[in-house]
């Protein structure tokens, strides 16, 4: 039998599916901008480089994530990085940790590239031999399965406190989790020193066919939010192929709101939100709503034009014009030509609102 296993936060936005390179049009603003991500992320020279956004992101789902003006940031990750220099204790460690990543995220690219260098994944010392929770006569009738388990992960390498976000037949789900619980990894380390971390395992087992089709995967995604219908991940997937295939089901606003709210730390879930809500006019939630997806490391267009957007829609033509002329600058040669023209042809919209006092007018760049 075919046996994926796929190690990664809730946070990713995926369970092992693509949804292809550059799209064809007509496509959803929700697939065009996952599209985009996708795009970006092969293009960079840390492909296939541990996900850091997303684990920090669900390191600190069970916790206020500390918050810095872009002013703070440099002294926070000068004094984080001195205290890593020295032997730190655990309870240090995570205190930098959580710094350095709101560092990160006030904008300040140098505390990104540490944490990148720095943070290294987990590795499988001993054990993982998992099998399908099916019994092998389903499996070889085209039943899949996924297991999800939120769990944390020691500074001894032991994984610990699991909790079943998905789970499959009983006995199966129990057998996975033994297997986890008897396994070794090499702890995740920041600057060397190993980290107690929570960590979301998901198990993605699939028939040997290989490969689900887009009609598969979709009806896979309904029947998993109807069974786990507080799954952060069934939500994500859910929305994402609703975006690819289907964005006129009237499920979708509410499969990415849900999606939202069990994931606030997801970008593109955060942006699709404040996408539906500039379009019922409600532009200063918005602005709220996709704000922290602008400081990402990765800009993606489609997060700044729902950002000038509403910006425009609040009345603040400079800040619209400034945010959409960046969103034109960093959209991909690549991308489709209509798409291009679009975004120039609502730049030239946003400076033709512009009283051309303001145009003249200095002011910092919108954030």
């Known amino acids: 039998m075919r046996l994926g296993l796929c190690l990664f936060s809730l946070l990713l936005v995926s369970t092992g599916c693509r949804h292809g390179a550059i799209p064809s ?5 929700g697939h065009l901008s996952l599209a985009m991500d996708e795009v970006l992320r092969d293009a960079s020279p840390r492909k296939g480089s541990w996900d850091v956004a997303a684990l920090l992101a669900d390191a600190s789902a069970d916790k206020p994530p500390v918050e810095l003006e872009p002013a703070q940031a440099p002294g926070v990750f000068a004094e984080a990085v001195q205290l890593l220099k020295g032997t730190p204790s655990q309870e240090e460690v995570q205190r930098a940790l959580g710094d350095l990543s709101a560092a990160c995220e006030a904008g300040l690219q140098a505390s990104c590239s540490f944490l990148h260098e720095s943070l290294s ?9 998992f099998v399908s929770p099916h019994p092998r006569a389903l499996v070889e009738r085209g039943m899949f399965a996924l297991l999800i388990f939120r769990c944390r992960f020691d500074t001894d390498g032991r994984v610990r406190d699991c909790k079943v976000i ?19 990894y090499r702890p ?7 980290l107690s971390i929570p960590y ?12 689900l089709t887009r009609e598969e995967e979709l009806a896979w995604a309904r ?6 219908p507080k799954s952060a991940s069934a939500w994500m997937t859910l929305a994402q ?14 499969a990415v ?21 500039v379009q019922s006019g409600e532009y200063a939630a918005a602005l709220i709503t996709v704000r922290p997806s602008m400081r990402r490391e990765w800009a993606n267009s489609y997060v700044l034009e729902t950002a000038a957007a509403a910006y425009f829609g609040l009345g603040q033509c400079l800040e619209a014009l400034k945010v959409q002329e960046r969103a034109v600058e960093l959209m991909l040669k690549a991308w489709p030509q209509p798409e291009q023209e679009r975004f120039q042809r609502k730049a030239q919209e946003y400076r033709t609102a512009c009283p051309p006092e303001a145009l003249t007018t200095s002011t910092p760049p919108a954030e």
Do not use: N
Not at 188 to 194: E, F, Q, R, S, Y
Not at 223 to 228: F, G, I, N, P, T
Not at 242 to 252: G, K, T
């Open 25 to 29: 049009l007509p496509a959803s603003h």
């Open 121 to 129: 994944r987990p590795k499988l010392i001993s054990g993982g031999r």
């Open 166 to 184: 998905e789970g499959g037949p009983v006995d199966g789900t129990q057998r996975a989790l033994d297997e986890l619980y008897a396994s070794l």
């Open 188 to 194: 995740p380390t920041l600057a060397g020193h190993p």
């Open 200 to 211: 979301t395992f998901h198990l993605r087992f699939t028939p040997p066919k290989g490969e």
């Open 223 to 228: 029947q998993r939010v109807s069974q786990h």
């Open 241 to 254: 192929w609703l975006a690819v295939q289907s964005p006129q089901d009237r499920l979708y606003p509410q």
């Open 257 to 277: 709101a849900r999606a939202h709210s069990l994931s606030p730390g997801s970008w593109w879930a955060a942006t699709e939100v404040a996408w539906q809500q």
